[in-house]
C-alpha cells in the first residue's frame, strides 16, 4: 500500500521559513505523476484543512490563508511533493501532511510545524 512519508517541520519564530518535504513509496511513478498532491494541516482541535495542491500539470492552489506565502512542487521521478513556507506566522502552527486529493492515500504521521511569536 502507498506510504506517506513527511518531513522537514520543526520550531521556526514568527517571519522564519521552513521547507516540507514528502516521499510517496509502494506507489508507481506513473500513478504518482497523474495524481493531484497536496498538502494539509491539523491544528490543535482543529479539523484537517486542505493548504495547497499541485496536479498532475502543475497547476498549483493555495488556500487564502497562505497565499502567497508558499509554493508547493512536485519532482515525479522522485514521487516527492515540497511545500516552502515562508513569512511564517503563528496560526500556521499545526501538523503538516502531504496525500492525494480528497485524502486517497492511507495517512502518513505528518510533521510538525512550531511557529513562536
Known amino acids: 500500500h502507498v506510504q506517506l512519508v513527511e518531513s522537514g517541520g520543526g520550531l521556526v519564530h514568527a517571519g522564519g521559513s521552513l521547507r516540507l518535504s514528502c516521499v510517496a513509496s509502494g506507489i508507481s511513478r506513473i500513478t504518482f505523476s497523474v495524481s493531484t498532491m497536496c498538502w494539509y494541516r491539523q491544528a490543535p482541535g482543529k479539523q484537517r484543512e486542505l493548504v495547497a495542491s499541485i496536479s498532475r500539470r502543475l497547476s498549483t492552489n493555495d488556500a487564502d490563508f497562505v497565499k502567497c506565502r508558499i509554493t508547493i512542487t512536485r519532482d515525479n521521478a522522485k514521487n516527492t511533493v515540497v511545500l516552502q513556507m515562508n513569512s511564517l506566522k503563528p496560526e500556521d502552527t499545526a501538523d503538516y501532511y502531504c496525500?492525494?486529493?480528497?485524502?486517497?492515500?492511507?495517512w502518513g504521521q505528518g510533521t510538525q510545524v512550531t511557529v513562536s511569536s
Open positions: 496525500n492525494a486529493l480528497e485524502g486517497l492515500f492511507s
